[in-house]
């Protein structure tokens, strides 16, 4: 497993959230850590964002202006 070289400090400062909220996401996941500069396994940071990202923007959303698709 590589590594994204990014530390869970930083995930949070991306995407303007506490740090908290991160330990918080590592627990829920399985994510071992020892401390806010802990850098990630590639595999580790993909899983921190992408939940992220859902919680961002809800499954079943997309970028569509109105209900038609953009030819």
């Known amino acids: 497993m590589g590594?994204?070289?990014l530390s869970i400090a930083e995930?949070?400062?991306d995407y303007?959230?506490?740090v908290e909220k991160v330990?918080?996401?590592c627990n829920q996941l399985g994510i071992a850590y020892k401390h806010q500069k802990t850098?990630?396994?590639?595999?580790d940071a993909?899983?921190?964002i992408?939940?992220?990202?859902?919680?961002?923007?809800?499954?079943?959303?997309n970028d569509l202006v109105d209900d038609h698709e953009v030819p």
């Open 50 to 61: 992408s939940q992220i990202s859902s919680e961002i923007r809800p499954k079943g959303t």
């Open 3 to 5: 590594f994204a070289d």
């Open 23 to 25: 330990f918080s996401l």
């Open 16 to 18: 303007s959230i506490p």
């Open 11 to 13: 995930i949070a400062a």
């Open 46 to 48: 993909k899983a921190i």
């Open 39 to 43: 850098r990630l396994a590639l595999e």
